[in-house]
């Protein structure tokens, strides 16, 4: 009987750069990694039909986005399998939902009025919460769940630390989960509170870490 490759990986994990072939991967992903969390819970209602439906929908749009915009995104993979994907926004696009006419209209039909309403009220709020000078943000990142507890996530977060520290325009990097069990992980990687947004009986928190840009020799470009 040939073994699971989730149980018995045979290859070092690669961190890989990827583009909009690896769509339909990085969606299953995060599907399992956000259908659960408390924020998606109550930000799409998981009482009501479809709930599903609607975070697939709003997984889809987002990624699709991100990639029209040509934003970074990285994964880790092993034995040829993507396990964790992360999307980082870049420092200076500072993306307001609101002005992304058609991403808007595409989440109405597909997540529905209401859901979306309260999706950019959320990422209204987060907006306001991002320090100044720029920082990069991480507004999806997760490990397939097959995978967890193998310390791909910190492999992955390192990854895009290395990103963001390669590019001098911003200050670090911002990320938020309403799984308050991560908190301690996320610190341990250097992450502090920025506040926390309300939403219904659990808070959202919002975390901030300095990622310092890579100062260039440039003895060792000559």
């Known amino acids: 009987m040939r073994k699971n490759r989730a149980d018995t990986p045979t290859t070092e994990p690669a961190v ?8 339909n991967e990085a969606r299953s992903i995060l599907f399992h990694a956000y259908r659960d969390e408390p924020t998606f819970q109550y930000l799409f209602n998981h ?13 889809r749009e987002l990624i699709d986005l991100y990639f029209s915009l040509d934003q970074e995104a990285v994964g880790v993979m092993v034995d040829d399998v993507l396990v964790a994907v992360a ?16 991403w808007r209209i595409r ?24 320090p100044q000078p720029l920082a990069h943000q991480l ?3 997760g490990v397939n ?3 967890q507890n ?10 895009v630390e290395k990103l963001c ?28 509170s920025l506040g926390k947004i309300q939403l219904g009986s659990f808070e959202d928190h919002v975390l901030f870490r300095e990622v310092h840009p890579v100062v260039k020799d440039a003895t060792a470009q000559q």
């Open 165 to 192: 520290a390669e590019n001098p325009r911003g200050s670090g990097l911002v990320l938020d989960t309403g799984n308050s069990r991560y908190l301690p992980f996320y610190e341990s990687e250097g992450f502090r």
């Open 107 to 130: 989440m109405v039909l597909t997540a529905g009025f209401k859901a979306t309403r309260r999706y950019l009220d959320y990422h209204e709020k987060i907006r306001e919460m991002l």
């Open 87 to 102: 999307f980082i926004g870049d420092p200076e696009l500072r993306m307001n939902l609101t002005d992304q006419l058609s």
């Open 16 to 23: 890989v750069r990827l583009d909009v072939t690896a769509s």
């Open 150 to 159: 193998r310390g791909y996530g910190r492999l992955l977060l390192k990854a």
């Open 139 to 141: 507004p999806l990142m």
């Open 145 to 147: 769940p097959k995978y």
């Open 47 to 59: 009482r009501r039909p479809g709930y599903e439906q609607r975070v697939r929908a709003t997984i």
